[in-house]
C-alpha cells in the first residue's frame, strides 16, 4: 500500500488532498499543528487515516516520523500562509516556511529514505510586481515579503536538493486556490472566501480597487488533481505552476457568484491595496505538457463551493 505524508493536511488544500488519497487507496499520515488547518476538515475520514497534532518545527519529532514512516509520497503543505503574518512575525514564520523543509530535506538525505516523490508547495507570490505575462515557470521572481522570500527559498532548496542528492523532488507555484474550507477568517484571506461568507450572512464586502484587477482562479479540486499527476507522473526536478491558465476580473467572479448564490452582495469600494497586482494570469503550458486538464470551469467550481457553504 502507498504510504503517503501530508504535512498541513488539515487545511483547506491539504484536507481535500488526504481525501482524494484516502479514496485512492493510499495509507494517509497527516501532521498539522491546527495552528490554520481545522481537525474538522478530516471528519469524513477521520477513521481512515493517522493524524498528528505537532508543528513541523520539532526536528526530533520529524526525524522519528520520517524514519519509521516508510513514505512513499510527501506532500509538504504545512506553511503560515498569511502573508501578513509574515511581515508581522518573520523570524517565526520563516522557521516554518522555510527551515522545516530544509531540515525534512536534510533528513531525506542523510538517511537516504527511499520516497518515491518529495513535492513542496510554493506560491506565485514569488513573482511579486514583475511584468513579465502571463507568468512562466521561467519568468523573473521578485519576492517582496518574508512569506515569498521563504517560499522561493524552500522552493529553490527543494529542486536543487533533487539535482545534487539525486532525490525525487518537484515544487510547485499555487495561484489563486478557491474552494470549500478555505479559511474567510482574516482580511487577507483568499478573496472568494470573503465573498462566500459576506454572501451567506448578508455582510458588507469590502471591494479594494475597482473590480477590475484580475486574477488566476483555480478550483481546489483542480489542484489535488494536479498535485497528484505532479508527484506521480512526472520526474522532471523542476517547478510548475498551478493555474487555470485564464484571467477574470474580480468583478466579474463576484457578478457570477451572484447569479449561483441568488442574492445581491452588499458591495463597498475603498482604495486599491498598496501593492495589489492589477493584472494575474499563469502559463500553465508546463503543467498541460504532463496532461493535466482543469475540470472545474469558474462557474462549476462556484456552484459547488456556495452549494458546500449552504449546507455546512
Ligand atoms: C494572492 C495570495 C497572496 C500572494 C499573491 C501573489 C491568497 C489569499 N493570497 O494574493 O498570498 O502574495 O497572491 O500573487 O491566495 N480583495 C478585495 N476584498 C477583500 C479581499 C481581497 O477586494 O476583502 C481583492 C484584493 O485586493 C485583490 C483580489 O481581491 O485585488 C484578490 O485578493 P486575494 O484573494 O487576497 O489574492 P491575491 O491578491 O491575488
Excluded at 52 to 77: A, P, R, S, W
Excluded at 128 to 146: I, M, Q, R, W, Y
Excluded at 268 to 296: C, M, T
Amino acid at each position: 500500500m502507498t504510504k503517503v505524508l501530508i504535512t498541513g493536511g488539515a487545511g483547506f488544500i491539504g484536507s481535500f488532498l488526504a481525501h482524494k488519497l484516502v479514496a485512492n487507496g493510499d495509507k494517509v499520515i497527516v501532521v498539522d499543528d491546527l495552528s490554520m488547518g481545522r481537525l474538522e476538515n478530516l471528519t469524513d475520514i477521520k477513521d481512515e487515516i493517522v493524524f498528528y497534532k505537532h508543528t513541523v518545527c520539532d526536528e526530533q519529532f520529524m526525524h522519528d516520523l520520517l524514519l519509521k514512516g516508510n513514505f512513499d509520497y510527501i506532500y509538504y503543505l504545512a506553511a503560515v500562509s498569511s502573508v501578513a503574518d509574515s511581515v508581522v512575525r518573520p523570524w517565526y514564520t520563516h522557521l516554518v516556511n522555510q527551515e522545516s523543509v530544509v531540515n525534512t530535506l536534510e533528513f531525506i538525505r542523510t538517511n537516504h529514505l527511499p520516497i518515491k516523490k518529495f513535492l513542496f508547495t510554493s506560491s506565485a507570490a514569488v513573482y511579486g510586481n514583475t511584468a513579465d505575462f502571463p507568468k512562466t515557470e521561467n519568468s523573473h521572481v521578485d519576492p517582496l515579503t518574508p512569506y515569498a522570500i521563504d517560499k522561493y527559498a524552500s522552493e529553490r532548496y527543494t529542486v536543487d536538493y533533487g539535482r545534487l542528492y539525486d532525490i525525487p523532488t518537484v515544487a510547485v507555484r499555487f495561484f489563486n486556490v478557491y474552494g470549500p474550507r478555505q479559511n474567510p477568517n482574516s482580511e487577507y484571506s483568499g478573496v472568494l472566501s470573503i465573498v462566500t461568507k459576506c454572501l451567506k450572512e448578508n455582510k458588507p464586502f469590502t471591494l479594494y480597487g475597482d473590480g477590475s484587477q484580475t486574477r488566476d482562479f483555480i478550483y481546489v479540486e483542480d489542484v489535488v488533481d494536479a498535485l497528484i499527476k505532479i508527484s506521480t507522473e512526472t520526474d522532471e526536478l523542476t517547478v510548475y505552476n498551478i493555474a487555470n491558465g485564464d484571467e477574470t476580473p474580480l468583478i466579474d467572479v463576484i457578478r457570477t457568484y451572484e447569479n449561483i448564490a441568488g442574492s445581491k452582495l452588499n458591495i463597498i469600494k475603498k482604495e486599491a491595496r498598496l501593492g495589489d497586482i492589477s493584472k494575474s494570469r499563469a502559463d500553465v503550458s508546463k503543467l498541460k505538457s504532463i496532461g493535466f486538464k482543469p475540470q472545474w470551469s469558474l462557474h462549476d467550481g462556484l456552484t459547488n463551493y456556495w452549494k458546500y457553504y449552504s449546507k455546512n
